[in-house]
């Protein structure tokens, strides 16, 4: 609950230790590919209660330890085909 609106490619690079990124109730509009690129060791994402309107198909490029994935309360309108295919271990989304 920042009031974060954007991210850059690359911010978190070099955070291949983290876990668990919460970045609920903010004003992230978009995912992009590059956003978390360095974050390999991602196990827990949460982008619930944002204003996220699409999701491109390399928007978690590089996630491949993602087992959860919120996306609660945003405003989605479209998911292109292959959003979710990098997430190979996604279990809950």
């Not at 955070?15 to 990124?21: D, H, P, W």
């Not at 309108?77 to 271990?89: K, N, W, Y």
Request: proline fraction near 1%.
């Amino acid at each position: 609950n920042n009031k974060i609106s954007e991210i850059e490619d690359g911010a978190f690079e070099g955070a291949s230790a983290v876990n668990e990124l919460h970045l609920t109730a903010n004003q992230l509009d978009s995912v992009h590919s590059g956003m978390f690129r360095g974050m390999e060791g991602l196990r827990m994402l949460m982008l619930r209660n944002n204003r996220i309107s699409c999701i491109h198909n390399n928007s978690f490029t590089g996630l491949h330890n993602v087992r959860l994935l919120s996306l609660y309360d945003n405003t989605l309108t479209t998911i292109t085909p292959g959003a979710f295919d990098t997430l190979q271990s996604l279990s809950t989304l």
